[in-house]
């Protein structure tokens, strides 16, 4: 006990001694290893080790002080901060190697009082699974400190907190002995201030973020361009649809010759042309209603044969109203008609505008352009003039960084000769502790296989009786009847065979009742098959009347079209004065500055193009060609001083 309390006792001394602000751990170590040249080379190492341990993870042991000064040692004097720190280290780091007897004596030379109500701290459960445990991962692996820290010292908690028990039971009998003892004398405490606990420290204060700007509410609206794409959608799509019915009707009559006998009311609807040419239709193809062209399945001809009858109902109740004397709606769709044209007419004036509005902000954005070319060209001669300066302040900048870092490679060169002889002395030390812990290994190592042949003879042993009682002969062979009943009183008891039989009379009902199934089914599907049928007859008779009656619609629009006359309107012809206003301001101020705009520059021919490109390249290297000589020439005279 005295002899390891004299050792702590000088680990606690020379802790006390380091700074880490002025001194390094490895010459510090040297300095304790070369003054501790009187102590037995035991001690000697045992208090190196100790003291290399302190250093080497004194943020680990520092983590864990401060929280006890902070919580539990408000009243412990910090003089005893060294002691703490290597109570701490020996319980995380040497508590397994040491053995729990060889820690019960050096936890006997210190205080009792300080060291139980350390370790209690310490091996607390709490602590050790919560904050301990995080803090020590901000500075190593969790998974590092959880297998070889935390999971140790939970492991030998128990042990620990007996030996705290034990040892603050022996300090108050032995206070309770004195106190009889000296029953004469009746010291009294002195009135002294109690001191003030230590403050927590302040947090840190959270950085305050900078308030993201808000979503604008664009980003959930939908756009313009995507609503006209829409309606150009609808519109091409109608007209497709359009173009198909007029091919359905006039199927291949451009590819049939008329007979000289045939009356000319059969060709009303060609176009007139000579007879032999053959007139270009859309790609098309027409299917007779007894030639389905597409394989439509179950619930779509269900629900187009669905929609046609709707449409019938529909028909039939509006005869029945005129019958009963209701009113006719031809004047309002005419009507309606009128009204829609004219909302095309504006539809379409304001389709112009906007192409006229996007074609006047080109014009725009090329004088903006143009204004910005003369700007950029005055900012570069700037530039230049500011680079030329620039070039020359760094030429005579590297000249003094050259200088400082030779006279920092001399001083550099003369500290490398100091470190190798510390070095070597060093590791003379090293090698004398490595030569003492081979001894110890090799002992250990004897003991260990010692221990593990005499666990190999004893599962020697194990095996052998093992085999023996295998070796034993069993009986096998178990007889059964299958005819005979169990007898185990339960109700429907039967024998294995009855088993069976009722098996199989239940699989030949299943069969049976599978089979009449099946008949239901294939008989239900010929029944809707014909019911199909029923109805493809009928689409395609509702088709032909749609396609006739878009056909005349067709000749409507197209007679309408003809006669319809070319609306012009007032802000299209207003925009178009405009963009001609920008297009003249353009040309004339593009004449001085002979900056073409973007489309004359894609009329250009490729040969003024490569001309242009060749002389900017021959410019840029005479620019750079005078920037190095602008650089050589400020740098010279600095040269020329620096060799004299």
């Not at 102590?39 to 864990?64: D, H, M, N």
């Not at 109690?194 to 808000?214: C, D, G, S, W």
């Not at 090329?366 to 530039?383: C, F, G, S, W, Y």
Request: proline content about 5%; glycine content about 4%.
């Amino acid at each position: 006990m005295a002899y390891y309390g004299k050792c702590i006792d000088i680990v606690i001394e020379q802790l006390d001694k380091f700074k880490p602000e002025k001194d390094s751990p490895d010459q510090f170590l040297e300095a304790v290893s070369s003054s501790l040249q009187a102590l037995s080379p035991l001690k000697q190492a045992f208090v190196v080790e100790v003291l290399s341990g302190c250093l080497e993870y004194r943020k680990l042991l520092t983590i864990v002080v401060d929280a006890f000064y902070v919580r539990d040692g408000r009243l412990c004097l910090w003089a005893d901060y060294s002691l703490f720190q290597v109570l701490c280290y020996l319980a995380t780091f040497q508590l397994d190697e040491l053995g729990f007897q060889l820690f019960c004596s050096i936890i006997r030379s210190r205080p009792i009082h300080k060291t139980c109500k350390f370790l209690r701290f310490f091996f607390n459960p709490l602590n050790l699974g919560s904050w301990i445990k995080d803090e020590w991962s901000l500075v190593y692996e969790t998974t590092h400190v959880k297998e070889n820290w935390i999971d140790p010292l939970m492991r030998w908690q128990p042990e620990v907190l007996e030996l705290v028990d034990q040892l603050e039971g022996v300090s108050a009998s032995q206070t309770t002995v004195s106190k009889t003892k000296a029953k004469v004398t009746e010291p009294k405490e002195f009135n002294l201030t109690m001191p003030r606990p230590r403050a927590i420290p302040a947090p840190e204060p959270v950085p305050t973020m900078a308030q993201p700007r808000q979503v604008p509410r664009s980003t959930f609206q939908e756009p313009k361009e995507k609503q006209h794409l829409q309606m150009i959608k609808r519109h091409n799509r109608l007209k497709a649809e359009e173009l198909l019915l007029r091919a359905n009707i006039e199927e291949l009559r451009c590819a049939m010759p008329r007979t000289h006998g045939e009356p000319l009311e059969q060709d009303s609807k060609k176009k007139q042309g000579p007879p032999a040419r053959i007139r270009k239709t859309p790609r098309l193809t027409f299917y007779r209603p007894d030639h389905i062209p597409v394989k439509l399945n179950t619930a779509a001809i269900l629900r187009e044969g669905a929609l046609y009858q709707r449409q019938v109902e529909k028909e039939l109740q509006r005869v029945d109203k005129l019958v009963d004397g209701a009113g006719d709606f031809s004047e309002f769709l005419e009507w309606q008609k009128k009204m829609q044209a004219k909302d095309r007419e504006e539809q379409l004036a304001a389709g112009e505008c906007r192409r006229l509005q996007g074609k006047l902000s080109h014009e725009e954005a090329i004088l903006a352009r143009q204004t910005l070319v003369q700007e950029n060209k005055q900012k570069a001669d700037r530039k230049k003039e500011e680079t030329a300066e620039l070039m020359l302040q760094c030429a005579q900048r590297r000249l003094k960084e050259a200088r400082s870092m030779k006279e920092l490679v001399e001083q550099v060169t003369e500290a490398q000769k100091n470190v190798k002889v510390a070095q070597m002395k060093l590791m003379k030390g090293r090698r004398q502790i490595v030569q003492e812990v081979m001894e110890e290994s090799r002992e250990m190592l004897q003991r260990n296989a010692e221990a593990a042949r005499e666990e190999q003879r004893r599962r020697c042993e194990l095996i052998s009786q093992l085999r023996a009682l295998e070796t034993q002969p069993t009986r096998k062979g178990k007889l059964v009847d299958l005819t005979q009943i169990p007898g185990y009183g339960v109700e429907g008891e039967m024998s294995v065979v009855e088993l069976r039989e009722r098996l199989a009379l239940l699989r030949e009902t299943q069969q049976r009742e599978e089979e009449e199934k099946r008949d239901q089914i294939i008989q239900g599907k010929r029944a809707k098959s014909q019911e199909l049928l029923n109805t493809v007859e009928r689409l395609s008779l509702c088709r032909k009347a749609m396609g006739r009656t878009a056909a005349m619609r067709w000749e409507q629009k197209k007679a309408q079209a003809a006669t319809g006359a070319p609306y012009q309107d007032e802000r299209v012809l207003e925009l178009q004065r405009r963009i001609e206003e920008r297009a003249v301001e353009r040309r004339r101020r593009a004449a001085p500055l002979h900056v073409p705009a973007p489309r004359t520059v894609r009329r250009a021919s490729r040969a003024q193009q490569e001309a242009q490109h060749w002389l900017e390249l021959e410019r840029s290297r005479e620019r750079r060609l005078r920037a190095l000589q602008r650089a050589d020439s400020a740098i010279a005279p600095a040269r020329r001083l620096e060799a004299a």
